[in-house]
């Protein structure tokens, strides 16, 4: 998926970009990975209302969890 794919109105934007901006801290240059191949974005796409129901910490934790796992196979 690309970020062109999805459509979000500006408070889902604002999220999108604080966990971003987190994982950086974390991540580094794999943060538009792990958010990409994560599934938040399809999630947040379908049902904002779970997806807002939850802070952004959690999310970066879940997000970082799920491509830690990724990728140790």
Do not use: C
């Not at 801290?25 to 599934?39: H, I, Y």
Request: glycine share 4%; hydrophobic share 40%; proline share 1%.
């Amino acid at each position: 998926m690309k970020w062109t794919d999805y459509t979000f109105n500006e408070l889902d934007l604002e999220l999108v970009f604080l966990i971003r901006d987190e994982l950086k801290k974390v991540l580094g240059e794999q943060a538009d990975e792990a958010l990409m191949t994560s599934g938040f974005l399809h999630r947040l796409q379908e049902d904002p209302i779970y997806v807002h129901h939850f802070d952004e910490d959690y999310w970066v934790s879940h997000i970082i969890k799920r491509f830690q796992q990724s990728i140790a196979g």
